[in-house]
Nanobody
């Protein structure tokens, strides 16, 4: 089992930046893909970004491409989401997630961290 703990959320103004962090512990060797999802008020959870532990390849939702950057620190078992030029529509609970391979299902989730962007 993998445990995921997010941090870094907060209340910011439009145009500001935030960096989220997700620390993985437990059976991390069974996980090669880490991702970020978000769920805004009254919305379904949606994919934001993902990164592979082994080669660092990344993917982004179109809505955040060019503004958000995902990165990893293998030594710290930590994945980051740098969020720049934040917009009110980025307001959501952000969740960290893990899966074994690029094509498998997400099987581990963090508790979420709230990001609120005020206009």
């Amino acid at each position: 089992q993998v445990q995921l703990v997010e941090s870094g959320g907060g209340f910011v103004q439009a145009g500001d930046s935030l960096r989220l962090a997700c620390v993985a512990s437990g059976r991390t060797f069974s996980t090669n893909v880490m991702g970020w999802f978000r769920q805004g008020p009254g919305k379904e959870r949606e994919f934001v970004s993902q990164i592979l532990w082994n080669d660092g390849s990344t993917a982004y939702a179109n809505s955040v491409k060019g503004r958000f950057t995902i990165s990893r620190d293998n030594a710290k078992n930590t994945v980051y989401l740098q969020m720049n030029s934040l917009k009110p529509e980025d307001t959501a609970v952000y969740y960290c997630a893990a899966k074994m391979t690029r094509h498998s299902d997400w099987y581990a989730w963090g508790q979420g961290t709230q990001v609120t962007v005020s206009s």
